[in-house]
Each structure stands twice: as C-alpha cells, then as structure tokens.
C-alpha cells in the first residue's frame, strides 16, 4: 500500500493564482481531511469529508474548496491565492482510531 | 472556540531521564485523545491514543488521562536523542470525527 500520497511536494503560486492540491489513499478509508500547518504551529483543520459526495468546512475553511468524487480521492482547490495561505498542507485519512497522514505540500505564495 | 493548549518548549532533557509532555482541552465531550510525533519537516505520526481515564503504557511510553481535569499527557522514558521532536496534542471535537490539535511542544533530548 501506498498509504497517503500528496501531489505537488513543492509550490509557488503569485497572488491571485489557483491550484489545485492532489490527496490519494489507496486504504479504502471513509474520512479524509485537509489540514494546513503553519510555522511553529499545529494543524488546523480546513475541510474534512466522511465518504464520498460528503464534505464539511472545519475551523479555516475561507479561500478553499473541496470535493469527494470517489472513496481515494480528496482535492483541495486554492481561488485567489493570498501571502496569508503560505503553509505546509496535510491531507490524512482516518483508519480505526489513527489518522494517516500524506507527506505534505510546501505553498508558498508571493 | 474549543481549544487544546500545550507548553510550545523546548523542553530539554538528558539522555536517559524521563520527559513529561502535557496538555489541556476545553471540550469536556472530548472522547479520545492522541499523541503524535513530528520529526522537522516531516508529517506527524501517531504514538499513543487513550479514551479512558488513568494511564496507558506501550514501550517507552505512557499516556495519562484525568478526564475531570481535562488534562492529557505523555511521559517518554529513557528518553533517547532519536526522540528529539514536536510532539502534538490531539482530542477529538465531541460527536464527530474532526481533531482539534495543540500547538505542539518541542522536545530535544541532549547527549
């Protein structure tokens, strides 16, 4: 098994650019979930979805979008980037208690 | 806002010595709690997870929970130099499946 898989690693974005985030989990886990991860800081969650065609907003969901099309895959779509969404974002999925975690996508945007 | 609050650190220990890590939540429907590990620049990784008041133990480590006090935390034995990491604090926002982490603590354990 593959586990999480992010795509890209690394990004840079000009303000007012778009992206889309790719998170893949090849585990057949109902629940996924966006996180970004600023310096210094925890992870806070952006949007999370328990199956497919079922998304909900968490605590910063503003500037994001989501969608579940199928039970593998979660992306998450930056409008309009701004400087504010410079960050580390995690996708993780949820087997049993543990939340699995992706390697991350380093966004930078200038 | 509910809320998980951890000490940021460092906290520096000797090799060997044992490191307590702590943590508090504000949601008293909180049911399970996690610990996880997060090596620089790396994503985190579960350690431990407890739901029921007292103590855990696996290996090295060992998670303690007062569910009245609304405090978790996580006790490294012999504390090795490997361990030398962000540790974050996790609960579980009550009747759903959304984390709500701390903002970690950082431990170095020194040589």
């Known amino acids: 098994n593959a586990g999480v898989t992010q795509t890209p690693k690394f990004r840079i974005l000009k303000i007012g650019q778009s992206m889309t985030l790719q998170c893949t989990q090849d585990m057949n886990h109902n629940y996924m979930y966006w996180y970004r991860q600023d310096p210094g800081m925890g992870l806070k969650l952006i949007y999370y979805s328990v199956g497919a065609g079922i998304t909900d907003k968490g605590e910063v969901p503003n500037g994001y979008n989501v969608s579940r099309s199928t039970t593998e895959d979660f992306p998450l779509r930056l409008e309009l980037a701004a400087p504010s969404q410079t960050s580390v974002y995690f996708c993780a999925s949820l087997g049993g208690y543990e939340q699995y975690f992706g390697p991350g996508t380093r966004l930078t945007v200038t | 806002q509910k809320e998980v609050e951890q000490n940021s650190g460092p906290l520096s220990v000797p090799e060997g010595a044992i490191a307590s890590l702590n943590c508090t939540y504000s949601?008293?429907?909180?049911?399970?709690f996690f610990w996880y590990r997060q090596y620089s620049g790396k994503s985190p990784e579960l350690i431990m997870f407890i739901y029921s008041n007292g103590d855990k133990e696996d290996g090295r480590f060992t998670a303690q929970l007062n569910k009245a006090s609304q405090y978790v935390s996580l006790l490294i034995r012999d504390s090795q130099p490997s361990d030398s990491a962000t540790y974050l604090c996790a609960v579980t926002d009550s009747g759903t499946y959304k984390y709500i982490f701390g903002t970690g603590t950082r431990l170095k354990v020194l040589a």
């Open positions: 949601d008293r429907g909180s049911q399970s």
